[in-house]
């Protein structure tokens, strides 16, 4: 032990010398450093924001294939969707005829447009005699009467395809849908076409909203909303540009306060700023230097690296003010201070860096985007911390408030009123962590995509209206299989497709059916003049198939059966709109649905359920079945570093104690109000365990400085941990609470969540470190106190 207490002693030494070295050229450092970080930051002109959704999901996800794969097999499934709702009356009435006439037209003049439905120009077939006629539903839409307005009222009540689709149950709302084949970020081969994919949504959206207020202006008292999944990709986008452009600020001016408050330091305010600042630039520009586009998700980088790079700083500030306080020269204080607060700094910093880098396990590449950014910019922060900040120090005019001391000096007394408690303390929170993480098992995933947005947003506004008014926004799809080519025309297909659409629309989840057999008993009838009895699938395959030609021949152009069935007629698309189903709801309907296939359908018809909806109902369980592996090799090097830094094996499996239980603490007290959870709560855990770290360490530390330099028992080790890092472990674990809180204000909800979650985990941490920890080394660490050495680094 002499020699490691000679080892770091010589390590102390150098650290001071290295301190001397930056305040004796501290002009020349600052200048330097806050160059070198300036240029890594220019490369945040060549950040861009990804407007796809299906950034989210790897692209071995099976459920984004089986999407992939309806997408690549019939037309695009890109739309915008205007909501029209009457202010009285039904939506067929001569004015909304007019207007969805008016904005049907319009449509088509939308980037990308191949399609566009709506009441007016849907393709009503009937018969004359032996000719069949396919015309628009409305052919002048401008000049509609009464007489038509009640006529396309029944006729879309009795059309499957329009009942609930384009009509609503009590005929009040309508919609006008344009569907548009958008570009691919994934098909993207060079940066400028990456740019023409991310530029194509926006325009698609721009041109949805200038519709819609046009015809606001036009019809103002028709109430006109703009949904569809243009504007999911586009909301994404947008949520990000306002996290950017609204938290910061906040975070900034938080920040600003809170460490006024808490030092009562101008200049030390100004050069902690100076290092985060410095710290979330350099972050944003490395992601535009490695080309890392932000989402939602990655778009929190900065109000995250702010959080984490103002605790490194207090430490160092708060150790520099109290030891001027009591009487040190500020040179001499901020010597002193880098000395103690070395090690456990940047221990700090690497476990957190550690905890962030875990989440490139996530199934969701934002969240790897995250972790990687955040984790560069917690040692972007470490880095300047020790550079940067003691020449600012050394530069500003500092000086020491009274407060810093009076915090010190309360958490002193604080430490001794623990001491005293440790029996009652340690049965009572053990009582409380086991109770808490009973709650556990009752939560459970719950992931829908329109949720993820606040009111604030235009999408989830308009989503919710469509899902109440309308119908449901939720779809999945079936590419229902044929025997061979030409095959969904052989009429035991067609009888068994057209089973599988009776029993979803028997099921209480499905609002909607879109199903071809619709088409060929509608041709069917009209093949027979209107014979309501030919309502049902042909009897002859080649009679089917003469069906399907004449029909497609009838129709004009953008309005055939693409979407329907595929380019050799051996598969066909079934589409069911559903209900807002959590994901156990979506589970179990489509374990029955799967059932039902197996029992009823030959094998070569099974079809597995693809979409939107699907890929994000599972995106919570698949990132949380990968973030377990990430997590857990996390926690093993975390522990096994503190091992190695502390040198002592029990020391650092007694840090894992405090590390562990404050995540279930903190899900144990959300299960008490919910027991939901969306896939936020795979990277809580994550993300919060390097921070969660900082305390222990800090505060192992200084217990081990005790044992080791001064001599101590296990129970004035801990006043000593109190007394010199009490007072800096309250500020800087203020500071990351209050930092995580701002991300409550995130218009995406799942950076809300995760915000307050991890918030939450890191205040529980604190109680732990403070209430459980020293109780813990009080009864597990019984060691002999060590003869005092002299002066050394507790680094």
């Known amino acids: 032990m002499a020699e490691g207490v000679k080892g770091q002693t010589a390590f102390g030494r150098a650290i001071r010398g290295y301190t001397g070295t930056v305040i004796r050229f501290r002009f020349l450092v600052a200048l330097l450093v806050i160059a070198a970080f300036l240029g890594i930051a220019s490369g945040g002109r060549f950040v861009g924001f990804t407007t796809d959704y299906r950034y989210f999901f790897d692209d071995q996800n099976p459920n984004l294939v089986d999407f992939e794969r309806i997408q690549n097999t019939y037309s695009a499934p890109d739309t915008l969707m205007w909501v029209l709702q009457a202010p009285e009356g039904p939506a067929t009435t001569p004015r909304m005829l007019q207007l969805i006439g008016e904005l049907t037209e319009a449509a088509w003049q939308a980037p990308y447009s191949t399609r566009v439905d709506s009441l007016t120009n849907f393709q009503h077939t009937t018969a004359a005699g032996d000719d069949i006629f396919v015309r628009d539903l409305v052919e002048d839409p401008a000049n509609a009467s009464e007489a038509d307005a009640q006529r396309v009222l029944d006729i879309a009540w009795s059309e499957p395809a329009l009942n609930l689709r384009l009509i609503s149950a009590d005929g009040r709302t309508t919609a006008v849908v344009a569907t548009l084949a958008m570009p691919k970020e994934q098909d993207a081969e060079t940066p400028e076409e990456l740019e023409e994919t991310r530029q194509a949504v926006a325009s698609g959206a721009a041109f949805g909203r200038q519709v819609q207020a046009e015809f606001r202006e036009r019809y103002p008292e028709i109430r006109i909303e703009l949904t569809g999944t243009v504007m999911l990709s586009n909301a994404f986008s947008e949520s990000a540009r306002s996290d950017l452009t609204t938290l910061i600020p906040i975070m900034i001016a938080l920040l600003a306060f809170m460490i006024f408050i808490l030092t009562r330091s101008i200049m030390a305010v100004v050069a902690s700023l100076m290092v985060v600042?410095?710290?979330?630039?350099?972050?944003?520009?490395?992601?535009?230097?490695?080309?890392?586009?932000?989402?939602?998700p990655s778009a929190s980088t900065p109000t995250v690296i702010l959080t984490v790079a103002v605790a490194d700083s207090i430490h160092i500030l708060v150790t520099t003010l109290v030891r001027m306080?009591?009487?040190?020269?500020?040179?001499?204080?901020?010597?002193e201070s880098m000395r103690i607060n070395w090690t456990p700094v940047f221990l700090t910093s690497v476990t957190t860096a550690i905890g962030f880098a875990s989440l490139n396990f996530a199934d969701a590449q934002p969240f790897r985007d995250l972790g990687t950014l955040a984790a560069i910019g917690t040692m972007y922060a470490w880095?300047?911390?020790?550079?940067?900040?003691?020449?600012?120090?050394?530069?500003?005019?500092?000086?020491?408030?009274?407060?810093?001391?009076?915090?010190?000096?309360f958490w002193e007394r604080f430490g001794e009123?623990?001491?005293?408690?440790?029996?009652?303390?340690?049965?009572?929170?053990?009582?409380?962590?086991?109770?808490?993480?009973?709650?556990l098992p009752t939560i459970r995933f719950d992931d829908k995509f329109v949720d993820y947005f606040d009111a604030r947003i235009d999408f989830r506004t308009a989503s919710d209206f469509a899902a109440d008014n309308l119908t449901g926004?939720?779809?999945?799809?079936?590419?229902?299989?044929?025997?061979?080519?030409?095959?969904?025309?052989?009429?035991?297909?067609?009888?068994?497709?057209?089973?599988?659409?009776?029993?979803?629309?028997?099921?209480?989840?499905?609002?909607?059916v879109a199903v071809f057999t619709d088409v060929i008993k509608r041709v069917n009838r009209s093949m027979h003049q209107d014979d309501e009895t030919y309502y049902r699938v042909p009897e002859a395959r080649d009679e089917a198939a003469q069906y399907v030609l004449l029909y497609e021949f009838s129709l004009p152009y953008g309005l055939d059966l693409n979407d329907q069935i595929n380019v050799d007629k051996s598969a066909s698309r079934m589409v069911v709109t559903l209900d807002d189903l959590s994901t156990d709801e979506f589970t179990a309907l489509r374990a029955r649905a799967d059932e039902w296939i197996r029992d009823n359908l030959p094998e070569f018809m099974y079809a597995r359920p693809a979409g939107q909806f699907v890929m994000f109902a599972y995106i919570g369980r698949s990132n949380f079945d990968q973030m377990r592996v990430g997590t857990a090799i996390a926690l093993l090097l975390i522990s096994s570093i503190l091992m190695v830094a502390l040198r002592n094996i029990r020391l650092g499996l007694i840090s894992i104690i405090p590390n562990v239980t404050p995540p279930l603490v903190a899900f144990g007290i959300y299960a008490i109000f919910l027991n939901s959870v969306g896939f936020w709560a795979s990277f809580v855990v994550a993300t919060a365990l390097g921070l969660i770290v900082d305390a222990t360490v800090h505060f192992l530390s200084k217990y081990q400085r005790a044992r080791l330099e001064q001599g101590a028992d296990a129970e004035d080790a801990v006043r000593y941990a109190f007394s010199t890092v009490g007072a800096p472990l309250w500020v800087s674990t203020i500071v990351l609470v209050s930092g995580f809180s701002v991300l409550a204000f995130s218009y995406f909800k799942v950076n809300a969540m995760l915000g307050l979650m991890v918030a939450s985990t890191i205040g529980t941490a604190l109680i732990l470190d403070f209430l459980l920890l020293p109780a813990l080394l009080i009864f597990l660490d019984r060691r002999a106190p060590k003869p005092a050495a002299e002066p050394a680094a507790a680094e």
């Open 473 to 512: 926004v939720y779809q999945i799809n079936y590419s229902v299989e044929a025997a061979d080519s030409g095959g969904i025309q052989d009429p035991d297909y067609l009888r068994r497709l057209e089973e599988f659409a009776v029993w979803y629309r028997e099921q209480p989840e499905a609002v909607h």
């Open 277 to 296: 600042l410095l710290s979330a630039a350099a972050a944003l520009g490395t992601a535009g230097w490695l080309g890392i586009p932000l989402s939602p």
């Open 325 to 335: 306080h009591r009487g040190e020269a500020k040179h001499d204080a901020l010597i």
């Open 383 to 409: 880095f300047l911390s020790v550079t940067l900040l003691p020449a600012l120090m050394a530069i500003f005019p500092v000086r020491a408030h009274a407060v810093v001391d009076r915090q010190s000096r």
């Open 417 to 439: 009123t623990v001491i005293s408690l440790r029996v009652p303390l340690t049965v009572a929170l053990v009582a409380a962590v086991i109770f808490l993480a009973s709650l």
